[in-house]
């Protein structure tokens, strides 16, 4: 089984929750999985698996618990040609930039190298008001292929 980095961006705790929801159900399946909600790129194993869950705050930025995170990505410029992502965006499309704070992570995850494993999901709070229902069935589509 494979071990998933979820890195989290969240502002007000949904993304935390969605990603403790995903978390679950990936150990439910036999995966290990370790939440960084300070991610640092030290810590963040670059073979392993990277779950993003990510809400987007403000006029389109990330939350400030994983800015940081992304400034170390750009300033250091790691090799990441080994790293698979997989993003969970949590937004609201009543603003006119829904979706995308995370947009700018992996956008620098890109320019070093990773690749995304399966298609983003960008969950719309106006429409989901439980964003972890859809998050799960996006999750369930692909987990089996985690090797």
């Not at 389109?60 to 995170?69: E, V």
Request: aromatic share 8%; charged share 20%; hydrophobic share 40%.
């Amino acid at each position: 089984m494979a071990t998933i980095e979820l890195i989290i961006g969240t502002t007000l705790g949904g993304a935390e929750y969605v990603a403790d929801e995903l978390a679950a159900q990936l150990e439910a399946h036999g995966h290990e999985t370790q939440t960084h909600l300070t991610p640092e790129l030290s810590e963040i194993a670059p073979h392993h698996f990277w779950l993003i869950v990510s809400s987007t705050h403000g006029a389109g930025d990330l939350p400030d618990n994983i800015q940081p995170f992304l400034d170390e990505i750009q300033a250091k410029n790691p090799n990441l040609n080994a790293t698979r992502y997989a993003l969970c965006a949590i937004g609201d499309s009543s603003y006119d930039t829904f979706c995308q704070g995370p947009e700018k992570l992996v956008e620098a995850l890109e320019n070093c190298g990773a690749k995304a494993y399966v298609d983003k999901i960008q969950i719309d709070v106006q429409y989901d008001p439980v964003p972890e229902d859809p998050a799960l069935a996006w999750l369930t589509s692909w987990q089996e292929q985690l090797a």
